[in-house]
């Protein structure tokens, strides 16, 4: 009996505990692929987005974009479950423009839906996190480190997202919650056909630049990460006793960080035109 009673006392510490996470953009891509590895584990995944996610993930209709939709569902959430042990944000947004002609409209909506919604979320998150040691990844992208042609807004605001994580990470470490940034390099989703991509009207004298760089990133993306594998990325980061704050996700995608920030950045630069076929 008291042999029995041992291993019944180690399987309860080797158990996992079940998570209640939330995944701000679970509805495709590498958030829909985060929700299934979650549920598999046996974890409350909740998605929040315009557009539902299949089950048992639930859905809690939210746009990124709109101030205050992402407070009030993570509010309402964990309302309902008396806790939060997970946040991660993967919604995302790309306008291909050159800057000298993009609508304000347009990189205004970028940054709401990359960078502020990422902002509440954080924000709506922390207290819930902090009662339970929880962890928050932000999904970011190795084009907050290295410029993508005409694609500058969205480089922008992953960069911005990077600090963010660094900057929250260091806040609230104290307090037992870690937020990290995962930087996924090009990815195999329904992203590379959301992008708006400006036209010859709307690019000016850019547009040739324009299309031979957005061919070369949509090549760069289809051939890319399978969205699993950056999911896979997402899990064990947000399980790490001690995690990174930064980490590129793969070691193809470490690599190229880590020799970006040893070279100086006029040839960094230069290998970028080349990659995307600019002059």
């Not at 299949?54 to 479950?81: F, H, M, N, Y």
């Not at 807004?153 to 660094?166: D, H, I, P, V």
Request: proline fraction near 4%.
């Amino acid at each position: 009996m008291k042999g029995r009673k041992i291993t019944e006392k180690a399987e309860d510490k080797g158990r996992r505990r079940a998570r209640c996470a939330i995944i701000v953009g679970a509805s495709s891509g590498i958030g829909k692929e985060t929700a299934l590895r979650l549920t598999a584990r046996g974890d409350t995944v909740f998605n929040l987005s315009r557009t539902g996610a299949a089950a048992p993930v639930r859905t809690v209709t939210a746009d990124a974009s709109e101030e205050g939709a992402l407070t009030r569902a993570i509010g309402q959430i964990c309302k309902e479950t008396g806790g939060l042990d997970l946040i991660v944000y993967c919604a995302g947004y790309s306008c291909l423009a050159p800057v000298a002609c993009a609508k304000s409209e347009d990189y205004r909506y970028l940054f709401e839906v990359n960078y502020f919604g990422a902002v509440e979320a954080l924000k709506a998150a922390a207290p819930h996190l902090q009662k339970r040691g929880g962890r928050a990844v932000l999904v970011g992208s190795m084009g907050g480190e290295l410029p993508i042609p005409y694609d500058g807004f969205y480089c922008a605001s992953k960069a911005a997202l990077e600090m963010l994580a660094r900057e929250a990470d260091m806040e609230w470490r104290g307090r037992g919650v870690r937020v990290s940034a995962l930087l996924p390099g090009g990815t195999a989703t329904g992203f590379t056909d959301k992008r708006t991509v400006y036209g010859e009207e709307e690019s000016g004298g850019s547009y040739l630049g324009l299309r031979r760089s957005g061919a070369a990133l949509a090549n760069l993306e289809q051939g890319g990460m399978l969205p699993s594998v950056v999911a896979d990325a997402v899990v064990r980061l947000a399980e790490r006793r001690n995690p990174p704050t930064v980490m590129a996700a793969g070691a193809k995608n470490a690599f190229v960080r880590a020799l970006a920030r040893m070279m100086p950045e006029r040839v960094t630069d230069w290998a970028v035109r080349r990659k995307f076929n600019q002059k």
